[in-house]
């Protein structure tokens, strides 16, 4: 996986030769939309089952950049939309070989074999950026059956607020919008400038409502902790 600290600093990932992937702003990934930004980036780590919901021998003797290849070659949808993704990514042009059954990303004079190796190195990094859609924790409120009922109180009210800080990092899931809301979330809580947050990287605005969110959680329990045993 590539590194948290790499992606945040939202520089050029080298991929090969003069090919680097670049992490869309804000502001792009809102004029394109989120689903598609999203989609764009999932091109480059489909499962198998997403390419053949049914193995036969025949693809089960192709390894996973065999398949991808064949899959995106034979299917219209996806290789128009691996067009979009490295415009998107790469900021450059692929061309498709149908002779010899290859793909070239680049420009027309000094153009990249797009190999196993280039591959791999595109889903390495589209599954470190997908990973920030994961949202695993554990319960952190927890009421034991030897806790007094005013301690039981105080949990209650410690779960409440953390499920509103939650909604501040992560929006409302079920709406489209869901983007513009972590923004004007950052906004709010963290003193930037639209014009400043639009020119951050999804990863930045994550990871720095993440910590604006765990800030506050402490600071609650903090200040809740005292009166645990009254």
């Known amino acids: 996986m590539i590194s948290l600290g790499r992606l945040m600093s939202a520089t050029p990932i080298p991929i090969r030769g003069d090919i680097k992937f670049y992490q869309p702003t804000l502001r792009q990934v809102l004029d394109m939309g989120e689903p598609m930004y999203w989609s764009l980036l999932k091109i480059w780590d489909l499962s ?29 949808d996806f290789r128009n939309r691996m067009v979009a993704s490295i415009d998107c990514f790469l900021h450059t042009k692929v061309e498709f070989l149908p002779i010899s059954n290859t793909i070239m990303v680049g420009e027309s004079d000094s153009p990249t074999l797009l190999d196993a190796a280039f591959y791999y190195a595109m889903r390495e990094i589209s599954q470190s950026l997908s990973e920030l859609g994961s949202d695993k924790k554990e319960e952190q409120y927890k009421e034991t059956e ?26 409302e899931r079920s ?41 506050q959680q402490y600071e609650l329990y903090t200040a809740l902790s005292p009166y645990m045993d009254s």
């Open 48 to 76: 198998r089952k997403d390419m053949v919901p049914v193995e036969t021998e025949e693809t089960l003797a192709l390894d996973d950049f065999t398949l991808w290849t064949t899959f995106v070659y034979n299917v219209p």
């Open 175 to 215: 709406v489209e919008d869901r983007l513009v809301k972590q923004i004007i979330s950052l906004v709010a809580i963290g003193k930037y400038t639209f014009d400043e947050v639009y020119k951050m990287t999804i990863v930045q605005l994550v990871y720095l409502l993440k910590k604006y969110v765990e800030i």
């Open 146 to 171: 030897h806790m007094s009922e005013r301690e039981k109180q105080i949990i209650a009210k410690m779960k409440a607020s953390a499920e509103k800080l939650d909604k501040i990092k992560n929006g």
